[in-house]
């Protein structure tokens, strides 16, 4: 197995980014925790496992950076830990889900789009029979990702796409 240098520091940087993110945002009831993680992903382009250790890695390092910064002793640190675990725990995996909705959607409003398309009109109830639009995405020669058809150079490396 060949380790890729610049993907494992891309990796290591985008954890300590979103420590830091985690760090200033954890504080806001699960939203600051999505969207840290909605950000990182959009940046990041990663496939789920690594997203999910990216949101793993990023949210301890954001706890340390809140244990050892914000609480210099380490009395205070121990109290703090055992009385947060359960919020951090649950901020770390609102990390790792924004971090998975950032990889796979290019901005917010995509994911409204999806709510609000006929995919999820038989969980409400609709029961019409249309079919959904057909979004025509073209795939880049070069890189390999999606890409609309309205394009004509690659969103990702910048080839011309044909």
Known sequence: MKLDFERTLRFIVL?????????????????????SGFFLGKKAHL??????FLGIFSGLIGILFLY?????????NLLMFW???????SSILFLSIGI???????????IFKLL??????????????????????????RC?????????????CGARLE
């Open 15 to 35: 954890s300590i980014i979103g420590g830091i993110l985690y760090f200033f945002l954890s504080w806001i009831p699960l939203l600051g925790t999505l969207l």
């Open 47 to 52: 496939s789920r496992k690594e997203s999910f």
């Open 68 to 76: 050892l910064v914000f609480f210099s002793k380490w009395e205070i």
């Open 83 to 89: 009385m947060l675990m359960i919020w951090h725990l």
């Open 100 to 110: 998975f909705l950032g990889s796979f959607f290019r901005s917010l409003s995509d």
């Open 116 to 141: 609000r398309s006929r995919r999820f009109e038989f969980y409400i109830g609709d029961e019409s029979n249309e079919t959904p639009e057909v979004e025509v995405r073209v795939i880049c020669p």
């Open 144 to 156: 390999y990702k999606s890409n609309p058809s309205w394009n004509k150079f690659c969103e990702f």
